[in-house]
């Protein structure tokens, strides 16, 4: 059974670059599928932020895309965001998820638990 | 792109039946919806997806008989049955649009709902 667990610092700075992992357990990265990073501002909706394959192909979410990078370290089993220039508006909880299967048409199944990320000096 | 309409609120009694509502714009009859359930203070969790044709695929992991959905015209509809104090939950929609560089997934405003 797949688990994610994301990890990070929970305060960053205006203008700094945010930077998460998500650890995957029970299942290797390298065999496949869409790895997705997902966030949500207190009191708000779901943004897709991008998804990336094990490859490293990745999507990203048109109006982040200036700002975001994803990254997959195969060796540690874990995948990466990293979004810079960050502002109040980058406030959330911060989701990783799994898209089973080759393409980034599936849904995310399962989840992280979340972390949430407050950009505040 | 698509922009997803979900009602913020809904409420049912305990053992009655509500049915929550996605609702497409314009010009994206045939675009399918994954639901998601999110209880207070967890991640949220896959419920189905749904197309004009009914469910796409299987269930998520765990979710019960109870649970099902329709899909008419814009409108992407999640009927729980029976409900239950643990169906108490946020509930959002979304969908995927374009390719390549123009790829997008959308997700509705979501929809609480409360269990009386």
């Known amino acids: 059974q797949v688990q994610l667990q994301e990890s990070g610092p929970g305060l960053v700075k205006p203008s700094e670059t945010l930077s998460l992992t998500c650890t995957v357990s029970g299942y290797s990265i390298s065999s496949g599928y869409y790895w997705g990073w997902i966030r949500q501002p207190p009191g708000k909706g779901l943004e897709w932020i991008g998804s990336?394959?094990?490859?490293?192909?990745?999507y990203y979410n048109p109006s982040l895309r200036s700002r975001v990078t994803l990254s997959v370290d195969t060796s540690k089993n874990q995948f990466s965001l990293k979004l810079s220039s960050v502002t109040a508006a980058d406030t959330a909880v911060y989701y990783c998820?799994?898209?089973?299967?080759?393409?980034?048409?599936?849904?995310?199944?399962?989840w992280g638990q979340g972390t949430l990320v407050t950009v505040s000096s | 792109q698509p922009v997803l309409t979900q009602p913020p609120s809904a409420s049912a009694s305990l053992g009655a039946s509500v049915t929550l509502t996605c609702t497409l714009s314009s010009g994206y009859n045939n675009y399918k919806v994954d639901w998601y359930q999110q209880r207070p203070g967890k991640g949220p969790r896959f419920v189905m997806r749904v197309g004009t044709g009914g469910i796409v695929g299987s269930k998520g992991d765990g979710i019960p008989d109870r649970f099902s959905v329709l899909g008419s015209g814009l409108n992407r509809y999640l009927t729980i049955k029976n409900i239950q104090e643990e169906d108490e939950s946020d509930f959002h929609c979304?969908?995927?649009?374009?390719?390549?560089?123009?790829?997008?997934?959308?997700f509705g405003g979501g929809t609480k709902l409360t269990v009386l």
């Open positions: 990336i394959y094990h490859s490293g192909n990745t």
């Open positions: 979304g969908t995927d649009h374009g390719g390549g560089s123009n790829f997008v997934k959308v």
């Open positions: 998820a799994s898209q089973v299967g080759t393409t980034v048409l599936n849904w995310f199944d399962p």
